[in-house]
C-alpha cells in the first residue's frame, strides 16, 4: 500500500491551495488519514486528521477554520483544502495513515504508520 500527496506549491499569502492524498490499498474508506507538515529546521506537526466516519475531523489550532480535510471514498482520495494562507504555513505536507481500520483520530505522529512521500507548500508574504 502506498500514500501519494500531491498539490503543493507556491502561493502568495492568502491564497489558497488543495492537496490531494492518493493510496493504492483496498478498504481505504476503513482507514483515518492525517496530514502533517514538517518546516526547514523544525518537528513533523500534526495538522488535520480525517476520520473514516463522515464528517469526522480535527484540526491543529494553528489551522482551524481555515483549513478543510475531506475524502472522496471512490477515488481512494483525501484533500485537504487551504484557504488564507500564511508564510508560517510553509512545510513539507505529508499524508499519512495508521496501521489499521476504524480507529480514532489520531493527532501524534507515532500513531501512524504508512507515510506519503510529501508535498512542498511555499506561502510567500
Known amino acids: 500500500v502506498q500514500l501519494q500527496a500531491s498539490g503543493g506549491g507556491l502561493v502568495q499569502a492568502g491564497g489558497s491551495l488543495k492537496l490531494s492524498c492518493v493510496s493504492s490499498g483496498s478498504n481505504f474508506d476503513n482507514y483515518v488519514i492525517a496530514w502533517f507538515r514538517q518546516a526547514p529546521g523544525k518537528e513533523r506537526e500534526f495538522v488535520a486528521a480525517i476520520g473514516w466516519r463522515a464528517g469526522n475531523t480535527t484540526y491543529a489550532g494553528s489551522v482551524k477554520n481555515r483549513f478543510s480535510g475531506s475524502r472522496d471514498n471512490a477515488k481512494n482520495t483525501v484533500y485537504l483544502q487551504m484557504n488564507s494562507l500564511k508564510p508560517e504555513d510553509t512545510a513539507v505536507y505529508y499524508c499519512?495513515?495508521?496501521?489499521?481500520?476504524?480507529?480514532?483520530?489520531?493527532?501524534?505522529?507515532?500513531?501512524?504508520?504508512?507515510w506519503g512521500q510529501g508535498t512542498q507548500v511555499t506561502v510567500s508574504s
Open positions: 499519512a495513515r495508521p496501521r489499521a481500520p476504524f480507529t480514532i483520530l489520531f493527532m501524534n505522529r507515532g500513531d501512524y504508520y504508512l
